[in-house]
């Protein structure tokens, strides 16, 4: 899209063929100890001005435009007001509009009331983003989230009885080889009493620069190699109970082994192919270290 982003912009996989629009820049959170997403911005609200120019701007050039993903990390940080407005200049603009989404930062939804949460979905916000990470309370305290398990299964049932999807977020190995299986068994319970329609299973990358890659160089977070994150990921499905189907995704580009399907009822085939990698590592089709990114 004809924008001029302030970058590094990021977005979910899934978001590969929407306008991406700052909403925000930066994430006024930005304390997680292994993000570095948006440490190179300062957080700032941007005017509706501006934003109007800008979808005005796209509009005139490409105005079949369906899908709005609303940046940086934190644009549900903005007052209701502002993103109602913002939405209804993008209704106004693209009438094939279907669907738009943001990150949705506990930080920001724990200021979001269900009704809120509500009417942005009438308006078109109809799917969140949910960075969970772990389910692990002593590894959501190390890696500094800002909120604890019981927080985001209420803040990710909030925005469920809201109407609107929610996609969840997990980082296999963040539990480091001393907290892999309580982290994976946590964030299946989590996983599963939240029951969001989405949910997407990432691998920790500690980047040069942050607390993580720190504690990593001192010898206090031990990073997980690829067999072992398997093994942990086969634990973490195993252990899933959703109360109804969820679409499951592990094919980011920072995981080794890209799987995908419908929980429970593709729950086998996941299985065999983590068991088939884990009888067998040298045949494995692991993505190679140099080909993964965050």
């Not at 007001?81 to 200049?89: D, F, G, K």
């Not at 305290?141 to 809201?162: C, M, N, P, T």
């Not at 990698?277 to 990114?293: C, K, M, Y």
Request: with cysteine; charged share 25%.
């Amino acid at each position: 899209m004809p924008l001029t982003y302030a970058g590094p912009v990021y977005r979910p996989p899934s978001e590969a063929d929407s306008l991406i629009l700052q909403v925000t820049l930066g994430c006024s959170y930005n304390e997680c100890s292994f993000c570095a997403m948006y440490r190179q911005k300062s957080f700032k609200k941007r005017p509706l001005e501006e934003l109007a120019r800008e979808i005005e701007h796209v509009r005139r050039v490409e105005p079949s435009v369906r899908r709005v993903f609303l940046a940086d990390g934190d644009a549900l940080v903005c007052s209701t007001r502002h993103l109602l407005e913002v939405l209804a200049l993008l209704r106004a603009a693209f009438p094939s509009l279907a669907r738009v989404s943001t990150y949705a930062s506990p930080q920001a939804l724990r200021k979001k009331s269900e009704e809120e949460l509500r009417e942005l979905c009438e308006a078109g916000l109809a799917l969140h983003y949910l960075g969970c990470e772990s389910g692990d309370d002593v590894v959501l305290e190390r890696i500094a989230k800002g909120a604890d398990s019981q927080e985001l299964a209420e803040l990710g049932l909030r925005v469920q009885a809201a109407g609107a999807k929610l996609s969840c977020m997990f980082l296999s190995g963040l539990g480091g080889r001393a907290r892999w299986e309580e982290h994976a068994l946590a964030s299946a319970r989590l996983a599963s009493a939240i029951s969001p329609r989405y949910l997407s299973l990432l691998t920790v990358t500690p980047v040069p620069g942050t607390p993580l890659h720190e504690q990593g160089k001192r010898g206090e977070f031990e990073l997980l190699d690829p067999v072992e994150i398997t093994r942990e990921m086969r634990t973490f499905v195993a252990a899933l109970e959703p109360r109804a189907g969820i679409v499951f995704r592990a094919n980011h580009a920072s995981n080794y082994l890209p799987l995908g399907g419908t929980l429970p009822k593709d729950r086998a085939a996941i299985l065999a192919a983590l068991d088939a990698a884990l009888a067998d590592p040298e045949s494995a089709p692991f993505v190679p270290e140099d080909w993964r990114g965050l």
